[in-house]
Nanobody
Framework: QVQLVESGGGLVQPGGSLRLSCAASGSISSIYAMNWYRQALGLQREQSELVAAITNVGNTNYADSVKGRFTISRENAKNTVYLQMNNVKPEDTAVYYC??????????????WGQGTQVTVSS
């Protein structure tokens, strides 16, 4: 059993900062890519935007909409990925989901998702 648990969402004013965390736990052998997606209100889950991604060796990739404002990082020893959100804008309002490709101790590899955390940017 593998679980991803996000934390750190909430209400923030435009121009402010927020840090999201996502910790993976369970029968984990290896964690490959870790990603943050977001689902804006009114959109289907399949329309979620890939916000940021980080490989197991630290290579990163960002959506154009967040480049220069968001930073993804990970602590492999803690099986945790972070998303530092700076200079947030109202259009960053969404439910943010953590996603990770994980190999379990039973040597099965699959994609796992967290439950989501709401980020609301409003004055």
């Amino acid at each position: 059993q593998v679980q991803l648990v996000e934390s750190g969402g909430g209400l923030v004013q435009p121009g402010g900062s927020l840090r999201l965390s996502c910790a993976a736990s369970g029968s984990i052998s290896s964690i490959y890519a870790m990603n943050w997606y977001r689902q804006a209100l009114g959109l289907q889950r399949e329309q979620s935007e890939l916000v940021a991604a980080i490989t197991n060796v630290g290579n990163t990739n960002y959506a154009d909409s967040v480049k220069g404002r968001f930073t993804i990082s990970r602590e492999n020893a803690k099986n945790t990925v972070y998303l530092q959100m700076n200079n947030v804008k109202p259009e960053d309002t969404a439910v943010y989901y953590c996603n990770a490709r994980i190999r379990t101790q039973l040597l099965r590899t699959g994609d796992y998702w967290g439950q989501g955390t709401q980020v609301t940017v409003s004055s």
